[in-house]
């Protein structure tokens, strides 16, 4: 499989199909992480669209530490800000994000699972939007601190520091909501 970098550079030597497979890759998640910005799915389409027009109309250098999905995320972030300027909605709304984990689970775990996964949603929800942003790009993306970074204009120290904090807040609030943890 080539990297998106790759792709990304096929696509300016004339391979439209290497565009296509970007779109495949990330087009869906572009979509959810948006949402979470305008919290309008077919809006956040449209953001999705012109975040990758915007990243195939002018060729960006490819460098030593460029990662096209940072910058393709940086860009849907920007125009995500330019679309709601003065309007603030959740970065995750707990309707449009589910949990997954994988093996047999009894019915009784099954429920514990899903009462685990809404009050982490509530606990994200309750958190400043620099934190749930940071830990959304980190854990949901599976981005790496560097692209993280990239996406919210801070260095990989301001990004692990600011995880760092919000892990912390993450676990007050989820201990003030008296939550249990799965391995106690």
Request: glycine letters at 4%; one cysteine or more; proline letters at 2%.
């Amino acid at each position: 499989m080539l990297t998106d970098e790759r792709l990304y550079e096929r696509y300016y030597m004339g391979d439209k199909k290497a565009a296509e497979e970007l779109v495949e890759r990330y087009g869906d998640p572009l979509i959810r992480y948006i949402s979470g910005y305008i919290s309008d799915y077919h809006e956040s389409e449209d953001l999705m669209i012109e975040a990758f027009a915007q990243m195939f109309a002018k060729k960006r250098p490819i460098s030593v530490g460029w990662c096209f999905k940072a910058y393709l995320y940086k860009t849907a972030r920007n125009l995500s800000f330019r679309h709601c300027k003065k309007k603030r909605f959740p970065l995750l709304d707990h309707h449009q994000t589910e949990f997954e984990m994988s093996g047999v689970m009894s019915a009784d775990a099954d429920i514990l699972r899903k009462e685990q996964n809404r009050q982490i949603i509530h606990a994200l929800e309750q958190m400043k939007d620099e934190y749930r942003e940071v830990l959304y790009l980190l854990y949901f993306e599976n981005m790496k601190y560097e692209e993280a970074g990239q996406v919210m204009g801070k260095s990989v120290s301001q990004i692990t520091n600011l995880a760092h904090r919000a892990k912390k807040s993450m676990k007050k609030i989820l201990e003030k909501e008296g939550f249990t943890y799965a391995h106690q």
